[in-house]
């Protein structure tokens, strides 16, 4: 095994500062057998981010340029966390120089890039990985472990939801989330989160969708005069452009295993700040999430364990990565998004020097099939809400 393993992340926004801060803490999570994280790098082509995120979350050094980063051959292995059309070229050049890559979703900007995304995974021998990260909630794996083991009985009823509120402003900055065609908006920046939840949650494949519906509240909105960080307020011009992608989306799931879901999604909610939740309700019990109460769910059931009704379980050591992966080993102590973070660092790096600890990270295949769902809800949505086939992997 290396006697230490390199990291970099290109993007010093919204998202990136999570990736920064979470290899930070990989290498505390469970075992200690993953050899020491060297933080090496941060590239963002915005030099005051970089640099500032690099002193802050203590990485050796700021690049400017990817180019740069793929020149230094120190580097074993890259996060991608820029907005989604760099994310094939610049995942395509870090393969080029040897490093291992994980990328956030949505996959690729469009579903072309996606599928050749999805064929240099199959091309190469480096770690290829999307940044699914609510699959590492620790109220997510227990829901998801209660269903494998059957204590909700037969699954008869799902809905999910991802429903926030950070493009209701009409004056809020015209950023990359807003340039794109049908399925780049809400369903590709936080749909993609659920679909692949949902999935994860219940151990299905969506296999069609119908009921497609995209929605554009606001038309229009004004040129951002400076730099916007994620969902960021700016400086703006008076001149507005246009939105080209849905500000909510809604469809139907049919899934391989003969469930189905309602799912929603929305920028627009307002009162959301990031509502993602989803209800399952089976025969014999329920689980339910909001990401809203991230350290707990609510379980009910007929089997015993929950005799009186549904109620909250707040998590702890005895849940999914809580155990090993949380400073105090002890229940109700919180877990947010800092963990998910952290804890799917650790699995990219843990796949890498060939640790399996925990469940291996979701794959650009995995990214590309939530594109094909996105894809299939768009071509639902022009033909009035008709049945459409997602195609198989
Ligand atoms: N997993 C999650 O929970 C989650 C949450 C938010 C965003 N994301 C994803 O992360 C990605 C980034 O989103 P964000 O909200 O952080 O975006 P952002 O706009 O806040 O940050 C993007 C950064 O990329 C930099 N950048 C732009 N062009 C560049 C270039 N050519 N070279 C180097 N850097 C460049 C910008 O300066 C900026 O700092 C998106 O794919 C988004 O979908 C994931």
């Known amino acids: 095994m290396a006697d230490q393993i390199s990291v970099a992340v290109i993007g010093a926004g919204m998202a990136g500062r999570s990736h920064a801060a979470a290899y930070r803490n990989a290498g505390t999570l469970w075992g200690s057998e993953l050899p020491p994280i060297r933080l090496a790098a941060i590239v963002d082509s915005n030099a005051e981010l970089g640099e500032d995120a690099a002193r802050r979350y203590g990485y050796e050094r700021y690049y400017s340029s990817v180019e740069e980063l793929a020149a230094d051959d120190s580097i074993d292995a890259v996060s991608v966390v820029v907005g989604n059309d760099l994310h094939l070229p610049f995942s395509t050049l870090m393969l080029e120089s040897g490093k291992h890559v994980l990328c956030e979703k949505p996959l690729a900007g469009n579903l072309a890039d996606a599928r050749r995304m999805a064929e240099l995974e199959k091309n190469t021998d480096l770690i290829t990985a999307t940044g699914y990260t609510y699959r590492r909630v620790a109220a997510v794996g227990a829901i998801r472990n209660r269903i494998a083991n059957g204590d909700l009985g037969d699954l008869s009823v799902i809905d999910g939801r991802y429903w926030c509120d950070y493009s209701c402003d009409p004056d809020g900055p015209l950023t990359w989330r807003y340039l794109g065609e049908p399925g780049s ?170 640790l399996d600890e925990v469940p291996t990270c979701a794959t650009w295949a995995d990214g590309l099939h939530t594109l094909e769902v996105v894809d299939a809800v768009v071509r639902s949505d022009a033909t009035g809400g008709g049945v459409v086939d997602v195609p198989a992997a």
């Open 185 to 354: 908006g809400a369903l590709a920046d936080i749909g993609t989160h659920l679909i692949d939840m949902l999935e994860h949650v219940t151990n299905g494949r969506i296999v069609s969708v119908s009921g497609g519906s995209l929605v554009t509240a606001i038309p229009t909105r004004p040129i951002p005069l400076g730099m916007v960080v994620g969902h960021g307020r700016a400086e703006v011009s008076d001149e507005r452009g246009a939105v080209t992608n849905e500000d909510t989306a809604s469809f139907v799931a049919r899934f391989d295993n003969g469930l189905s879901a309602t799912i929603s999604c929305s920028r627009t909610a307002f009162g959301m700040p990031n509502g993602m939740s989803f209800a399952i309700h089976g025969t014999r019990g329920m689980a339910a999430f909001d990401w809203h109460r991230p350290a707990e769910y609510t379980l009910g059931g007929a089997a015993g364990d929950f005799p009186s009704g549904p109620r909250q379980v707040l998590v702890g050591p005895t849940d999914p990565y809580f155990g090993g992966g949380y400073p105090m080993q002890a229940p109700a102590n919180g877990s947010g998004n800092a963990e998910s973070f952290a804890y799917q660092a650790r699995a990219f790096l843990d796949q890498i020097v060939g």
